[in-house]
């Protein structure tokens, strides 16, 4: 390690303060508590007393009034180069002001502290100069090329002239992580949101400087957004870059006017419209993500929840928090020009950072500035972690995307489609078939109901029963056309009026039997009669008995008559007994 000469053995021969600023009241406010220690990421990194707040403001309260060992030993305390150097070894991240004991509003402090180092000539550090004179020069502090500075729109939005938004993409953003803007750009037009941009018109928002302690372009800068801004008419600026945020919002009003627009950080915007159901979040997203306060944004700008509630609102995600979070929230290490100064400190404070974020056991690392992401993946990267580095806009430009279409499935072949057009042929037959066994079925049930109402149509009538073919059927022999007799005349004409008979029935043998309404005939040849035991019994089993002798019977119709009533008499005497 370089060997750091003692600043007080120089102290002498360093520059002396020409003006104080007025930091009188900061200074005896201090209690020299110490709580601001732990805090400072840069006291982490230079682990030496002028380096913390505490530090810094004893130094400052020496220079101003002279320490009591100083007055001891009668030397005068100087702007050294060591105390200059103690005071950019800061990222301005304002954790000391979250714990301040003495409320102390300490990151405005180290920027009026760093103006005046500026204005006494000694600040601020080489790094900064050179940002200084590129932002002069080219209005951006990479150096780029103005006509260049709009190459970062996507070529799938259209620019609308007069838009509902200007987007305010920022120098990182305009340069270095282009896709950070493009994708903003992309899913603020997915919810049908105008946008324009100022392309090579854009200047740098001078934040760099501003927190370095150089102001002399601010104004200029300032004016040229803010003039611009208004000839493009539209009625909000919304940017992806927190520190842009920042300044546009509050610094701008300082050294010129505020914007003439509303200013929105990206992830207030989203949050909006969402709640407005103009942005539909169509896709899951799974994964277990922790979030990244950017300084410029929650700290100082009170924008703690709306990419927290954005997060919140994406299917599939589980949003977990770090230890130090929000106001507590430990900076990433880029911020306040140190990254530009101290490059190699910046990443090891954001591979402190990404520690923070494996502790939660999340995959993703989600953050809302591009300044931001491009320091936490190099500390990723230093330390060799599995953690993905996204910006917010990622995650929305993939739940956004219109929902995943099917694919289509493969065409089929010509012997397929043949195949599929018999097996469809033969289907059709098939039913058709069927059909027609259903049609047939349903007549000949219609067929059985019409006859099974006729023949309950004709019982009502109390017609006697015509039996066709059962088994009282004698079933008439030729005898019956070829017989004259008038026993076989009897038959033949009780036939003819549907009435079906057996001939010697039973076991008293009744010569002609109507079984089923039991009716008796007997024809004699001469007188007769029949046997007394056979009336008895046949009477007693409810048969009617008619007796006919052949010389009465001519063509036999008065007979079948006589026997017709006595069917008919005996049919209703039984259905009124079964009654
Ligand atoms: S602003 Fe941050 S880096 Fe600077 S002194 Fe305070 S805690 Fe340290
Ligand atoms: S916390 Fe505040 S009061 Fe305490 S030492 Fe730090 S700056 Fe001073």
Redesign the pocket.
């Known amino acids: 390690m370089k060997a750091i000469e003692n600043p007080f053995s120089k102290m002498m021969r360093d520059m002396k303060p020409k003006k104080m600023p007025r930091i009188q009241q900061e200074l005896t406010a201090c209690l020299q508590c110490g709580y601001?220690i732990d805090?400072?990421?840069?006291?982490e990194q230079s682990p030496w007393e002028s380096?913390?707040?505490r530090g810094?403001i004893y130094y400052l309260r020496a220079i101003q009034g002279g320490g009591q060992s100083d007055k001891v030993l009668g030397r005068e305390v100087s702007l050294s180069p060591y105390f200059i150097d103690a005071m950019y070894?800061?990222?301005?991240?304002?954790?000391?002001?979250a714990v301040c004991h003495a409320n102390i509003p300490?990151?405005e402090f180290?920027e009026t502290v760093r103006k005046w180092l500026v204005d006494e000539g000694v600040g601020p550090m080489s790094a900064h100069k050179g940002m200084a004179r590129k932002i002069e020069e080219v209005h951006n502090p990479y150096g780029e090329r103005p006509s260049k500075r709009g190459d970062w729109w996507p070529k799938e939005v259209e620019k609308t002239a007069v838009p509902e938004v200007l987007f305010f993409a920022g120098c990182t953003g305009s340069y270095r992580e282009q896709k950070v803007p493009q994708m903003g750009v992309q899913v603020l037009a997915r919810a049908g949101v105008t946008i324009n941009t100022l392309g090579p018109e854009e200047y740098c928002c001078t934040s760099p400087l501003l927190r370095t302690g150089i102001n002399k372009y601010s104004l200029d800068c300032a004016q040229h957004t803010v003039e611009r801004a208004d000839g493009i008419g539209a009625k909000d600026m919304v940017m992806t870059c927190s520190g842009c945020y920042k300044t546009v919002s509050t610094d701008f009003g300082k050294f010129y006017a505020k914007a003439g627009q509303n200013v929105y950080h990206i992830s207030q915007y989203i949050e909006k419209l969402i709640a407005e159901k103009r942005l539909p979040l169509n896709n899951e997203y799974k994964a277990k993500v922790t979030f990244h306060d950017p300084?410029h944004l929650g700290r100082h700008m009170g924008v703690f929840d709306p990419p927290r509630n954005v997060l919140k609102k994406v299917k599939g995600i589980e949003l977990v928090e770090m230890d130090r979070k929000k106001e507590n929230s430990r900076?990433c290490g880029a911020g306040?020009g140190?990254k530009s100064q101290y490059g190699e400190m910046a990443i090891n404070i954001a591979a402190e950072r990404i520690r923070d974020a494996e502790e939660t056991g999340a995959e993703i690392l989600v953050t809302c500035c591009p300044f931001c992401v491009v320091n936490l993946s190099q500390g990723a990267k230093q330390i060799g972690s599995k953690i993905k580095v996204m910006d917010l806009m990622e995650i929305l430009l993939k739940v956004t995307a219109p929902p995943e279409a099917k694919p289509e499935p493969p065409k089929p072949s010509a012997a397929e489609i043949a195949e599929k057009e018999r097996l469809a042929a033969e289907k059709a037959k098939a039913a058709a078939l069927e059909k027609e066994r259903l049609e047939k079925e349903k007549q000949m049930a219609e067929e059985k109901a019409r006859i099974a109402a006729a023949l309950a149509a004709k019982a009502s009538e109390d017609e006697p029963i015509i039996v066709y073919g059962d088994d009282e059927d004698e079933g008439m022999g030729d005898d019956i056309w070829t017989d004259n007799s008038p026993k076989a005349l009897i038959r033949r004409a009780a036939w003819n009026k549907g009435l079906r008979c057996r001939l010697d029935y039973g076991a008293r043998a009744i010569p002609v039997a109507f079984v089923k309404p039991k009716v008796a005939v007997y024809v004699f040849a001469e007188d007769g009669e029949v046997d007394p035991k056979d009336r008895e019994k046949l009477e007693e089993e409810g048969w009617a008995i008619l007796t006919f002798f052949e010389k009465d019977v001519t063509d036999a119709e008065k007979e079948a008559l006589e026997i017709k009533a006595a069917v008919k008499e005996n049919l209703k005497a039984m259905k009124k007994k079964k009654k």
């Open positions: 601001c805090v400072c990421e840069a006291h380096v913390t707040p810094k070894r800061c990222t301005g991240c304002g954790n000391c002001e300490l990151v180290w300084c900076c306040g140190y």
